[in-house]
């Protein structure tokens, strides 16, 4: 037997035999995420059903030297969870139960496997809810790794501020918490925020403490259209600078707002929109309300409309969440590239222009879209990537907005994380502190066998 056959039977007597697969489909299944980075397959894939599963797993991993990649749902957008080395796929579906909701606590402990739906499905028989929306029906796991944000982080924070402990399997096959209970402390270094965006690469995660939020009393949502991009952008700086509690801020411009029209059957106004929302009691927002018309009245809004009926707000944001999905069946044989830049709110109109110069320069299909209340923004691209200088373009847009936002102040992923496809920024972007990093990583996983080839190291070293 060769080693990676020895690992597969040592794994077998050691698991049930349904925690060990070679099956085909769930092979090729894990072999890619959503992003459009070449698929790679892993030799198999494990299912743990406990922390000590994780360990075990670990554990007789670094004896044979073979790479571990953490996996939730496959949601990404960078190539985080495609196995580049192979070896074992940790899928953490099966560990997916709300352990404890600790409502006087505002607090929920959860395992890695739980999405974001099945979280707030639970959470609302409390009248809580967990604020971070990425959009996709994500796993808190997988969102805790890359440090997910969405809609909602322009009031609520992104995925780090939610996360009070972790328990992290470590490349040794320990077991550590990373944090407590308590609201805040002085006490060590801040080990949630170390390991919150580590890409799997630092340790396992496999049990989260989070903050939760009691569902407002009253919600209420907008459609704002504009004449221009630029507009709209600087209607969302005068909102943030008036201290109008918005709770979610997004702009979807013009060619984006055709394509949500055809595939989710609306018919908004095809202009550059901002979609909003606000949370809190209703004679709070009867005066966000009124201030936010006067404000978008002095940026040229040509049309306001609020909702606060149920089934239509959310048919608002589903639209909005829908977006990729909208230009995915609308350019059918195409392949999509999201891009995920942030730059400080001051710079945000003229990146978005800058944007769309470059992208109709380049003769590209795309949509800018994002969180604009926190200086997130997306470029939802489709290209065919068998055409070559197509492919080439988009690249090099990439690169363009890039640029753009490090030379200002901002970073390259404001939520996507680095994975595969950042990694070329890191050094533009981080300098000396990326060594800083690299040894962080060689330090807790000196073999780089937790997800290798990601974040921060090029390439494993093979033995």
């Known amino acids: 037997m060769n080693t990676t056959e020895n690992l597969y039977e040592e794994l077998r007597n050691a698991l049930k035999d349904h925690q ?18 070449k698929p790679s397959a892993p030799d198999f894939v494990i299912y743990p059903e406990s922390v000590e599963d994780v360990q075990l797993v670990v ?30 796929t940790i899928d953490f579906s099966e560990m997916n139960s709300v352990l404890e909701v600790r409502e006087s606590d505002f607090l929920v ?67 550590i918490h990373t944090g407590s209970l308590a609201q805040k402390s002085s006490s060590g270094y801040n080990l949630n925020s170390l390991f919150v965006g580590s890409e799997g690469t630092l340790g396992c995660i496999t049990e989260l403490t989070l903050k939760v939020y009691g569902i407002p009393e009253h919600t209420v949502a ?31 411009d013009e060619p984006s707002m055709k394509q949500a029209n055809t595939f989710s059957a609306t018919n908004y106004k095809v202009k550059p929109t901002l979609f909003l929302e606000f949370h809190g009691n209703e004679p709070g927002l009867k005066h966000d309300v009124e201030f936010t018309k006067e404000i978008v009245a002095d940026h040229r809004c040509d049309d306001i409309h ?28 195409k392949k999509l590239m999201v891009t995920d830049v942030c730059v400080p709110i001051s710079e945000l109109a003229g990146a978005i222009k800058h944007a769309r110069e470059q992208v109709d320069k380049l003769q590209l299909n795309g949509g800018i879209l994002g969180h604009v209340g926190d200086g997130n923004y997306h470029i939802l691209l489709m290209m065919d990537l068998s055409d070559s200088q197509e492919v080439k373009n988009a690249e090099h847009l990439n690169e363009q907005i890039v640029e753009y936002a490090l030379g200002r102040g901002g970073t390259c992923t404001g939520e996507h994380g680095v994975g595969v496809g950042k990694m070329k920024y890191q050094q533009r972007e981080h300098g000396h502190a990326l060594q800083i990093m690299e040894k962080i990583k060689l330090a807790l996983d000196p073999a780089q066998m937790l997800n290798p080839h990601k974040l921060v190291h090029q390439r494993r070293e093979k033995s």
Request: no cysteine; hydrophobic share 40%.
């Open 306 to 333: 609020f909702e606060e009926d149920n089934a239509a707000r959310n048919k608002l944001w589903e639209a909005r969440h829908n977006l990729a999905y909208a230009y995915v069946h609308g350019n059918p044989g």
């Open 222 to 252: 907008a459609r704002a259209s504009f004449p221009t991009v630029d507009d709209a952008v600087e209607a969302v700086v005068s909102i943030l600078q008036a201290g109008v509690p918005v709770a979610r801020v997004e702009l979807v």
């Open 59 to 88: 554990k007789i991993a670094s004896v044979y030297g073979v790479p571990v990649v953490p996996y939730g749902l496959g949601t990404s957008l960078e190539g985080h969870t495609i196995p580049y080395d192979r070896g074992i």
């Open 109 to 175: 402990k959860v395992q890695p496997g739980v999405t974001r739906s099945q979280l707030n499905k639970e959470l609302k028989k409390y009248g809580l809810f967990f604020s971070v929306d990425p959009g996709a029906d994500a796993t808190l796991g997988g969102m805790a790794a890359t440090n997910a944000s969405g809609t909602t982080s322009v009031k609520y924070g992104v995925m780090r501020d939610q996360v009070r402990d972790l328990e992290v399997v470590l490349a040794d096959g320990e077991v």
């Open 20 to 37: 060990v697969s070679k099956n085909e489909t769930l092979i090729e299944q894990h072999s890619h995420d959503e992003s459009y980075h």
